[in-house]
């Protein structure tokens, strides 16, 4: 019968399971209990009952010996020969041995005097067995364990046999070689049955790892461009990889671990194979989608499997790298928008997609961190009202189904177990110590751009032990790119112009620089030259980065108002913004987007001051000022998206960080979704901020009239403008491809107010087919010289 109250183990030696010791802690109270050391532990049932099952199994074996020896006898006359056999007796006088055995345990385990006079009258025992160690008393209980057991079973199979029990015992073997042709007849059909399964379970755990060998892999630290710094922390693995004692010898561990996060294209995946190349190590490379099968159990398999052979790799070279690579595919525990909180967190989400009206691509005009959080507020309310869970065991990420995940942790730092079959079982089953493993060298690399979707315990050291960030390459380290990748083609750029693209193009990456150079090349032989020139690279950026546009044509009139609109927000941007530049101006569709001014910053900042805040609101609200002041009060849809970003700018940095009127946060006055406040003191306090910083662009645009114009006419003759050439549109001097000078002449400005009044006259037409407009002015200057498209 259990027994609620707390009890707690004796002093007898923890080498027997029995007799093991601990605290316990009463349940009601916290505490240790003050009879803990009075009473025996419990037993557990199994084995409280073990024995005595076993005994009276042996009983019925003979029972149903003589059954079969005499048909004729009933049970109950069985049973009674059985008892006044020699054998039957013996087993019966056991069973009542081992009951008074398991009565004494029950006495001791709910009686504190009875439990204390056997510790005394057994205390000098207990100090003689007390001088072996657990592990031999643990040998020697089981030593004996096993003679009594197989003494049991011989008389057992003299009764049965009528042979001595010893021959008995020994006849056994040969009972078995007599039914041998039998057992494996049923052996084999089991085997057959069996090795279907186990065939097809083979198969399925096979692919998905590639192995390279040291002479396979070429690629070495210097093969790495633009990542210095993380290349040399990267060394210091290799060293330890090389002589792990330096470290071992000193008290230390050499790190298994390295994650490597970062943009796609960063270079990653080479800087892991130039580990493999500086080491001479086997480089082994998991694909991503290895452990994605469609039947469960399969994912564990190919984890074990892949294992034993980093583990064989190991001894025989003295090391091995393995690459994880998407490793957020490993260690996934899943989420509906993580793609789209990656790519808010990189900034690149087109916040046109934010309005069901089409606009402008609202983020392309401020800096980069302020594209970043304008995402991260929107995804954030999207993660609220679209994240499903997909679990937490694995399954999400590792696609292999329930235990793939678990199977990974274990191998990468798990218990050290023996290996072998001699080691685990043969020196087990003799009694012997199995030999500690040896110490495999296996570095883990993992490669993800998005480290938030890993698994924790993916993450913690001894798993994983240096993370490093693979960012954007350094202005220095894109230099360093474009100069390499340009001396393998025929060029004539020269070094400032190499500087001057590794400036304007700050999240450049490896990946996309070769890619730019390749793609410059091919615009140079469409052109029929073998030489790449510097607007091949221009022209090269600017289609990678934002694509090809759509090929649509706008009506004259929306030409000009979406030019002026653009117009407005890039004459606002170069007269405020003093952190970045212009990068491109466009009005050519691209989906939704009916054109964008696109910015980059000169310097990488953490922070924001208030003064640059206010700026980018004012560069949002550019678009509204301009289109009212252009169109006498009247403007388009597509300042929607530039307006819920400013709304949403000013709620989080001027209300939220002390850039307002107030000292106070208004972030917790009242429910704020998207950034932007539906009543309240915090919407009144939005109005006012909005309305301060729109009077003040109004009054900016008012005094560069002129070069609103201009650039507007620009962007309608050219359609794409590069930041130098916007520059020399405003200030009226030669750009690399448009000639500004022309647009500073007297005539040709009073010919633009003209155009641009036939373009609004033409807008208030209601009531009939509204007018085109006249041809597009040509600036004196300009047309000295043949116009070239950027």
């Known amino acids: 019968m259990a027994d609620d109250r707390p009890h707690a183990a004796d002093d007898e030696p923890s080498g027997l399971p029995e007799y093991a010791v601990g605290p316990v802690v009463s349940p009601s109270h916290g505490r240790r209990d003050d009879r803990e050391t009075l009473t025996r532990k419990p037993l557990v049932f199994w084995d409280r009952v073990k024995i005595l099952v076993f005994l009276v199994a042996m009983f019925l074996v003979l029972i149903w010996a003589q059954l079969a020896s005499n048909p004729l006898m009933t049970p109950v006359e069985a049973e009674r020969t059985v008892a006044l056999t020699g054998f039957g007796q013996i087993l019966l006088v056991l069973v009542v041995l081992e009951a008074l055995r398991q009565i004494h345990f029950l006495l001791a385990e709910h009686v504190a005097s009875y439990h204390q006079m056997w510790l005394r009258a057994f205390e000098r025992t207990e100090k003689l067995t007390g001088r072996w160690s657990a592990w031999t008393r643990f040998r020697v209980a089981r030593f004996v364990k096993w003679v009594a057991g197989l003494a049991i079973v011989a008389m057992v199979l003299s009764a049965i046999s009528g042979l001595p029990p010893i021959v008995a015992l020994f006849q056994v073997p040969a009972w078995f070689i007599q039914q041998l042709p039998m057992i494996i007849q049923l052996v084999l059909y089991l085997f057959i049955a069996v090795a279907q399964f186990a065939l097809i379970f083979y198969f399925l755990s096979r692919g998905g790892v590639d192995v390279y060998f040291p002479d396979d892999v070429k690629t070495r630290f210097s093969d790495v461009w633009g990542q210095d710094h993380v290349v040399e922390r990267v060394k210091e693995n290799v060293v330890f990889l090389e002589n792990p004692e330096e470290i071992e010898e000193k008290g230390g561990y050499v790190p298994g671990g390295i994650l490597l996060w970062g943009p796609p294209g960063t270079g990653k995946t080479l800087l892991a194979e130039a580990v493999a190349g500086e080491t001479g ?429 201009a650039v507007a006419h620009a962007l309608e003759a050219h359609k794409t403008l590069s930041g130098e050439d916007v520059v020399a549109v405003i200030e009226g001097v030669e750009g690399p491809l448009v000639d500004g000078r022309g647009y500073v002449e007297p005539d040709f400005v009073a010919d633009l107010e003209a155009y641009h009044q036939r373009a609004v006259e033409a807008h208030k037409v209601e009531h009939e087919r509204r007018p085109g407009l006249p041809e597009l002015p040509t600036p004196v200057a300009a047309a000295t010289r043949p116009t070239q498209e950027p």
């Open 281 to 709: 190590k086997p480089y082994v490379f998991v694909d991503p989608g290895a452990f994605i099968n469609m039947f469960f159990g399969v994912g564990v398999l190919k984890v074990k499997s892949l294992y034993r052979k980093l583990r064989k790799l190991s001894l025989r070279y003295g090391g091995v790298i393995v690459f994880f690579d998407e490793a957020d595919t490993l260690g996934n525990r899943g989420g509906a928008v993580s793609a789209a909180r990656r790519d808010a967190m990189e900034g690149r989400v087109p916040w046109a997609e934010a309005s069901a009206l089409h606009s402008c691509n609202g983020t392309h005009y401020v800096s980069a961190s302020t594209q970043q959080l304008l995402a991260e507020t929107r995804f954030a309310e999207a993660q609220r009202q679209l994240f499903v869970p997909t679990g937490a065991n694995g399954g999400g990420g590792m696609g292999g189904g329930m235990g793939t995940l678990q199977a990974l942790l274990t191998e990468m730092s798990g218990l050290k177990k023996p290996r072998g079959f001699v080691n685990r079982v043969l020196r087990r089953t003799l009694g012997m110590r199995p030999k500690p493993p040896p110490k495999y060298r296996i570095l883990h690399m993992m490669a993800t751009n998005m480290p938030d979707a890993l698994d924790p315990a993916l993450l913690r050291p001894g798993r994983i032990d240096r993370i490093y960030r693979v960012g954007y390459p350094s202005k220095e380290g894109r230099v360093d790119t474009f100069r390499n990748y340009l001396d393998k083609i025929k060029h004539d750029v020269t070094p400032e112009q190499v500087e001057n693209l590794a400036t304007i193009w700050p999240q450049a990456t490896g990946a996309s620089i070769k890619d730019a150079v390749n793609e410059a090349l091919v615009i140079a032989i469409r052109d029929g030259r073998d030489t790449v020139q510097y607007r091949d690279l221009i022209k090269a950026k600017s289609l990678k980065e934002n694509g090809l546009p759509d090929g649509g044509q706008h009506v004259d009139r929306e030409r000009h108002s979406i030019a002026l609109h653009e117009a407005c927000h890039a004459v606002t941007m170069y007269r405020l913004q003093h952190s970045s530049v212009i990068d491109t101006a466009t009005i050519e569709r691209r989906g939704d987007v009916g054109g964008f001014v696109a910015p980059v910053p000169l310097e990488e900042q953490m922070f924001k001051w208030r003064s640059e805040v206010e700026v980018d609101v004012m560069t949002f609200l550019a678009s509204l000022a301009g289109e009212r002041m252009f169109y006498d009060g009247d403007n388009t849809s597509g300042v929607g998206g530039d307006m819920k970003a400013a709304t949403s700018l000013v709620s989080q940095h001027i209300l939220g960080a002390a850039m307002g009127d107030t000292l106070r946060s208004f972030g917790g006055l009242t429910t704020v979704t998207m950034g932007v406040p539906y009543e309240g003191e915090t919407a009144q306090a939005v109005e006012a901020k909005l309305r301060e910083l729109y009077d003040r662009t109004v009054e900016v645009l008012k005094t560069n009239r002129r070069e609103v114009l």
